[in-house]
């Protein structure tokens, strides 16, 4: 074997000894566990927002009344109400499943 395949190979094997033993692949898995498994929950949460939102388009929009406003405003005299609405029989995703008498494992 020429030198140059040899010094080539040692260079693997030093940089894959330092890889190794600086990243496990256990590490790495739950890397990758971790970022699919965030994805995942972004991708959930932005579907079910947007499904609710279509799902409950026509549905009235009504402020608060007057005087929850200002028993909300003495607790929490910070907080600002004015875009605050009240969507009434609000048809919400995780009322779109049925209730079973199966335990789910």
Same mark, same amino acid.
Do not use: E, M
């Given at each position: 074997m020429p030198k140059t395949e040899m010094v080539a190979l040692k260079k693997q094997y030093i940089f894959w000894n330092i890889f190794l033993k600086n990243f496990s692949l256990m590490a790495i898995w739950n890397s990758f566990k971790d970022f699919i498994s965030e994805t995942a929950g972004v991708v959930v949460n932005y579907v079910t927002k947007t499904s609710a939102s279509i799902v409950n388009c026509n549905k009235k929009h009504l @402020? $608060? @009344?007057?005087? $929850?406003?200002?028993? $909300?405003?003495?607790?929490?005299?910070? $907080?600002?109400l004015s875009k605050v609405q009240i969507i009434k029989n609000v048809t919400l995703p995780a009322n779109w499943f049925e209730r079973r008498n199966t335990l789910m494992v």
């Open positions: @402020q $608060i @009344q007057a005087d $929850i406003k200002n028993k $909300i405003v003495s607790y929490f005299p910070t $907080i600002d």
